[in-house]
């Protein structure tokens, strides 16, 4: 017998309260509806749905009863070891999923009702051996104040600061059973949770939060110390495959940390949330049932642009779309456009492409290296883009176009010798279509620096005469003396040391360098083709690769035929990162993207 929901009305939550019958030790349960503006304790859970076959059932005061599913009979379980009476909100339960019109008004107010209550609980499921460990070592490291790790980098790149450290020489500063801690800290990583898109707000937006994994628990600071530990200490993480969901869940986990802190930092200056492009990079990282949630999961903690509330009676690709509309249309940022092409299925797409496709999987991060190193290619955005008004699946926009690609490379691919080699033998052919007429030693300082995009292994600015340039200048040497010796995929791990070898592998592996017509010398994305067009667009911090949509027979034979541009993609343009195109005398354009 399912129960009947007690109405809400829109600023209401419910919440459950729970007394353990001391009996048969079974749970009894009775819903309460609060106020959320002064709520009574109540601990929201933060937890993974996972397969919705009932296991058991929750019994009510009045006879009614609720399915639980495995994770949340685990979790029931293990709270009534913990204490007889306890008051939860879980969004499974607390929710009716049958009533789309009560889940449409309560998934906004879930930032809230995280943030609101005495703590959320982070439920892992049950232990076993590994994770029982990796507790070991959380606990261990709250103990041990003097050797608390460094905290992590909320700007770093990840795969950038992966490869920095696989190789790093074990320095052990406590135990010799530290790396076994590490190791099992790593796995405890790749738990379902941690590639939850929505756990991003939960954990973002809750104060006093508690890691528990069958009857082990640690707060979030001591949390974050683990982590840390990993990305300082780990020597193990090249024994991991890239897509590995521990490395998966190591990525997500450190992004969703750093959100954390920009948030808070916001909160405490009197700000609004975090910016949406910021989340929604992210997003395409994470796992969700519906990808639609990979927008609505952020209400609670984004900014105030007007993107769509929770609707679960459109389609996703009209959430993407509509979407992009709120964000490029209401604000002084374009950076949208730099993520919109991004996942490998994206050719498939039926979206528009300037609206970004949340069903595609991608791990670029084009806006952290914004970040880093400061760049600026469009400078401050004057002119917001309009739908157009014949068709709202194209949108009009200012641009100012650099160049024309004339030549473009094979991709880089480190992990392939014959690949590498064909690729850096046609990249310094480009050396005679750059304008400057460059001297061999000034060529080889432009792509020692392009190849890196003038940052360093942390995601530092590192530039032809910054401190450090002349080391990183030796390494390319190396590396670039190595290429074109070697052609003995037997021989890649002689290479593997060299910093400028790891910068480049996570940086710029299958992207493609590319010259333009006027001599431009630049780095795109695989798709990047001959004959697309550089553009630098007012408020977006990269430049875009466009592509001119052929003509159809019937545009061609109108008076003026409406000339429409694909995004290809974002890319890397020497010498034009930092707004040097805006002092350009061309004039802006306004084009059609399609």
């Given at each position: 017998?399912?129960?009947?929901?007690?109405?809400?009305?829109?600023?209401?939550?419910?919440?459950?309260?729970?007394?353990?019958?001391?009996?048969?030790?079974?749970?009894?349960?009775?819903?309460?509806?609060?106020?959320?503006?002064?709520?009574?304790?109540?601990?929201?859970?933060?937890?993974?749905?996972?397969?919705?076959?009932?296991?058991?059932?929750?019994?009510?005061?009045?006879?009614?009863?609720?399915?639980?599913?495995?994770?949340?009979?685990?979790?029931?379980?293990?709270?009534?070891?913990?204490?007889?009476?306890?008051?939860?909100?879980?969004d499974a339960i607390c929710i009716n999923q049958e009533d789309t019109t009560e889940k449409e008004f309560q998934v906004p107010l879930?930032?809230?009702?995280?943030?609101?209550?005495?703590?959320?609980?982070?439920?892992?499921?049950?232990?076993?051996?590994?994770?029982?460990?990796?507790?070991?070592?959380?606990?261990?490291?709250?103990?041990?104040?003097?050797?608390?790790?460094?905290?992590?980098?909320?700007?770093?790149?990840?795969?950038?600061?992966?490869?920095?450290?696989?190789?790093?020489?074990?320095?052990?500063?406590?135990?010799?059973?530290?790396?076994?801690?590490?190791?099992?800290?790593?796995?405890?990583?790749?738990?379902?949770?941690?590639?939850?898109?929505?756990?991003?707000?939960?954990?973002?937006?809750?104060?006093?939060?508690?890691?528990?994994?069958?009857?082990?628990?640690?707060?979030?600071?001591?949390?974050?110390?683990?982590?840390?530990?990993?990305?300082?200490?780990?020597?193990?993480?090249?024994?991991?495959?890239?897509?590995?969901?521990?490395?998966?869940?190591?990525?997500?986990?450190?992004?969703?940390?750093?959100?954390?802190?920009?948030?808070?930092?916001?909160?405490?200056?009197?700000?609004?949330?975090?910016?949406?492009?910021?989340?929604?990079?992210?997003?395409?990282?994470?796992?969700?049932?519906?990808?639609?949630?990979?927008?609505?999961?952020?209400?609670?903690?984004?900014?105030?642009?007007?993107?769509?509330?929770?609707?679960?009676?459109?389609?996703?690709?009209?959430?993407?779309v509509e979407t992009a509309e709120a964000l490029l249309c209401n604000g002084d940022s374009l950076d949208l456009l730099a993520l919109?092409?991004?996942?490998?299925?994206?050719?498939?797409?039926?979206?528009?492409?300037?609206?970004?496709?949340?069903?595609?999987?991608?791990?670029?991060?084009?806006?952290?290296?914004?970040?880093?190193?400061?760049?600026?290619?469009?400078?401050?955005?004057?002119?917001?883009?309009?739908?157009?008004?014949?068709?709202?699946?194209?949108?009009?926009?200012?641009?100012?176009?650099?160049?024309?690609?004339?030549?473009?490379?094979?991709?880089?691919?480190?992990?392939?010798?014959?690949?590498?080699?064909?690729?850096?033998?046609?990249?310094?052919?480009?050396?005679?279509?750059?304008?400057?007429?460059?001297?061999?030693?000034?060529?080889?300082?432009?792509?020692?620096?392009?190849?890196?995009?003038?940052?360093?292994?942390?995601?530092?600015?590192?530039?032809?005469?910054?401190?450090?340039?002349?080391?990183?200048?030796?390494?390319?040497?190396?590396?670039?003396?190595?290429?074109?010796?070697?052609?003995?995929?037997?021989?890649?791990?002689?290479?593997?040391?060299?910093?400028?070898?790891?910068?480049?592998?996570?940086?710029?592996?299958?992207?493609?360098?590319?010259?333009?017509?006027?001599?431009?010398?630049?780095?795109?994305?695989?798709?990047?083709?001959?004959?697309?067009?550089?553009?630098?667009?007012?408020?977006?911090?990269?430049?875009?690769?466009?592509?001119?949509?052929?003509?159809?027979?019937?545009?061609?034979?109108?008076?003026?035929?409406?000339?429409t541009w694909t995004l290809v993609s974002w890319c890397y343009v020497d010498g034009s990162m930092f707004g040097e195109a805006m002092?350009?005398?061309?004039?802006?354009?306004?084009?059609?993207?399609?």
């Amino acid at each position: 017998m399912n129960i009947a929901y007690p109405p809400l009305s829109r600023d209401d939550i419910r919440i459950l309260d729970v007394s353990i019958n001391g009996e048969d030790s079974k749970p009894i349960c009775n819903f309460r509806v609060v106020p959320l503006e002064n709520p009574p304790d109540y601990t929201a859970v933060s937890y993974c749905w996972d397969n919705s076959t009932d296991i058991a059932r929750i019994k009510f005061q009045n006879g009614d009863s609720l399915p639980l599913s495995q994770t949340l009979l685990d979790l029931f379980n293990s709270l009534k070891e913990r204490t007889s009476k306890f008051t939860v909100w879980i969004d499974a339960i607390c929710i009716n999923q049958e009533d789309t019109t009560e889940k449409e008004f309560q998934v906004p107010l879930m930032g809230k009702i995280y943030s609101r209550s005495k703590e959320v609980l982070v439920w892992l499921g049950n232990s076993d051996d590994i994770t029982k460990n990796a507790f070991r070592f959380m606990k261990q490291e709250e103990n041990d104040v003097e050797t608390r790790p460094e905290p992590l980098v909320r700007s770093s790149s990840f795969y950038d600061k992966f490869r920095s450290l696989y190789r790093k020489a074990s320095q052990p500063s406590r135990q010799e059973n530290d790396e076994y801690g590490l190791e099992s800290m790593l796995l405890l990583l790749q738990r379902p949770w941690f590639q939850r898109v929505w756990v991003i707000q939960e954990v973002v937006a809750g104060g006093n939060i508690q890691v528990v994994c069958g009857e082990d628990c640690v707060d979030l600071s001591h949390f974050s110390d683990g982590v840390s530990a990993i990305w300082n200490s780990f020597t193990g993480l090249g024994r991991y495959e890239d897509d590995h969901p521990a490395i998966l869940g190591f990525w997500c986990v450190t992004r969703m940390l750093g959100i954390r802190e920009e948030y808070q930092n916001k909160v405490n200056q009197g700000e609004s949330g975090v910016c949406y492009e910021t989340l929604l990079q992210a997003a395409y990282h994470c796992q969700a049932t519906r990808t639609c949630d990979k927008v609505f999961a952020f209400h609670g903690i984004a900014d105030s642009r007007p993107v769509p509330k929770a609707n679960y009676r459109i389609t996703e690709e009209q959430v993407f779309v509509e979407t992009a509309e709120a964000l490029l249309c209401n604000g002084d940022s374009l950076d949208l456009l730099a993520l919109s092409w991004m996942g490998y299925m994206r050719q498939h797409s039926s979206i528009p492409t300037w609206a970004p496709d949340l069903r595609c999987h991608a791990y670029d991060e084009p806006l952290v290296l914004c970040d880093s190193a400061g760049w600026d290619a469009g400078g401050r955005l004057n002119t917001p883009p309009k739908i157009d008004a014949e068709s709202p699946r194209r949108l009009r926009l200012q641009v100012k176009q650099l160049d024309t690609i004339d030549v473009i490379c094979p991709p880089f691919a480190s992990w392939v010798v014959e690949k590498q080699r064909a690729a850096v033998k046609s990249t310094l052919a480009l050396r005679s279509r750059l304008a400057g007429n460059l001297s061999r030693e000034a060529w080889m300082d432009r792509l020692a620096e392009s190849l890196i995009m003038g940052l360093d292994i942390d995601d530092s600015p590192l530039r032809v005469g910054m401190p450090g340039w002349d080391e990183h200048r030796r390494q390319f040497n190396e590396w670039l003396q190595w290429v074109q010796s070697n052609s003995r995929q037997k021989n890649l791990h002689k290479i593997e040391s060299n910093m400028h070898h790891r910068i480049i592998r996570t940086r710029i592996d299958t992207m493609k360098a590319f010259a333009t017509s006027r001599g431009f010398f630049g780095i795109g994305p695989e798709p990047t083709m001959e004959g697309d067009v550089v553009y630098a667009v007012p408020g977006c911090r990269v430049p875009l690769v466009l592509r001119p949509d052929p003509l159809t027979t019937e545009e061609e034979m109108r008076s003026l035929p409406v000339q429409t541009w694909t995004l290809v993609s974002w890319c890397y343009v020497d010498g034009s990162m930092f707004g040097e195109a805006m002092d350009q005398e061309r004039p802006f354009e306004e084009i059609l993207l399609r």
